[in-house]
């Protein structure tokens, strides 16, 4: 048994992680990846992203990505995509651009058109917008909210309910620190009702989960807020789990104490009916994007960088 297995056998659909292709010559990370029993869900961690998928309009890329989804398809491994709508990683094209709101309408029409009809029918779900969101609630500032407004995020969602046209694919809203501030999260509650209101299909709202240790609310708060988006009618799912320490290296308390912090996660993942899985940011610390991003911080996976299994992996597999 490992963390996905027990995930399924608790009624969820997944346990997952972000991959990438510099992953792929890596032995001892190949072995716990493509095991089953650990893994059933997989997340490209930047190949879908604009930058690499359309870097120059209309020049359209998908090699990166391609190599992540026959590995994980051909090892009977589910695919969930990220992301389409973002500030981030996009090419100067798009965020230097000089934009009405009629030019940006059709860049973002052929970009979500085409990417998403180049994965059809392989994505569990695609996060259609990420990040829309600053900390108090308000919209983020982007080429997007400039151009367009608060409409641009409707129009992604029904611009990719347009490019999946059999329906299969969930459309999501994905965004940070939905766990720890109520106030972005009823920015979010606002997201998924904009988008319905406006006769759009939204199905989700990802839980990015980038937590501190020793900063996480308990599995009852997070578990609160899960459902919070489930009286909405709309699945959640924790997207990009990790609990980075903020003093390196952890102690073996520090680590007791990440522990905890991923059994509330994942626990509010196992409280609430219309949570469907969790997906790590990477499982080891080797890969981890916390080092580099936030200096200072790390050691925020489920494996240390020898690929030894954390008292925080020990006890997610004991909690399921
Ligand atoms: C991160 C990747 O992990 C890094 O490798 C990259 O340099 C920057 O992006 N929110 C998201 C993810 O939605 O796409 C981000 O991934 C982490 C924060």
């Known amino acids: 048994q490992g963390l996905h297995s027990l995930m399924v056998a608790a009624g969820k659909l997944y346990f997952g992680t972000a991959m990438e292709t510099n992953n792929f010559n890596d032995a001892a990370y190949q072995a716990i990846s493509t095991n089953k029993n650990e893994f059933g869900m997989f997340t490209p961690e930047n190949s879908q992203k604009w930058e690499v998928t359309e870097p120059k309009q209309g020049q359209f890329s998908f090699t990166q990505a391609d190599q992540v989804l026959e590995k994980v398809k051909s090892n009977g491994q589910l695919f969930r995509c990220h992301t389409l709508t973002w500030h981030s990683q996009l090419p100067s094209f798009v965020s230097a651009g000089t934009w ?84 972005k999260a009823d920015g979010a509650l606002k997201i998924v009702q904009l988008i319905q209101a406006a006769g759009a299909k939204i199905d989700g709202v990802g839980f990015q989960a980038h937590l501190n240790v020793g900063q996480t609310p308990s599995r009852a708060e997070l578990g609160a807020t899960l459902g919070r988006f489930t009286a909405l009618g709309v699945e959640v799912a924790y997207t990009e789990l990790d609990v980075a320490h903020g003093s390196l290296p952890a102690s073996d308390a520090d680590n007791e104490q990440q522990a905890v912090d991923y059994v509330a996660a994942v626990g509010s993942c196992l409280d609430v009916e219309g949570c469907v899985g969790v997906t790590v940011w990477q499982f080891t610390d080797v890969y981890s994007w916390v080092p580099s991003t936030f200096p200072g911080k790390g050691e925020a996976c489920l494996y240390t960088e020898d690929y030894q299994k954390k008292p925080a992996y020990e006890a997610v597999l004991a909690l399921l």
């Not at 058109?113 to 059809?120: D, F, G, L, Q």
């Not at 569990?124 to 983020?140: I, M, S």
């Not at 995020?153 to 766990?179: C, H, Q, R, V």
């Open 100 to 183: 009405t709101p009629e030019t940006l309408t059709a860049v973002m029409t052929a970009h979500i058109t085409t990417v998403m009809e180049h994965y059809a029918g392989q994505c569990y779900a695609w996060d259609v917008v990420n990040e829309a969101l600053n900390e108090d609630g308000t919209f983020r500032e982007s080429v997007f909210l400039t151009t367009l407004g608060e409409s641009y995020i409707p129009l992604s969602f029904t611009l990719a309910a347009a490019a999946d046209p059999a329906g299969t694919t969930k459309l999501y809203y994905n965004d940070f620190n939905l766990e720890i501030s109520s106030a």
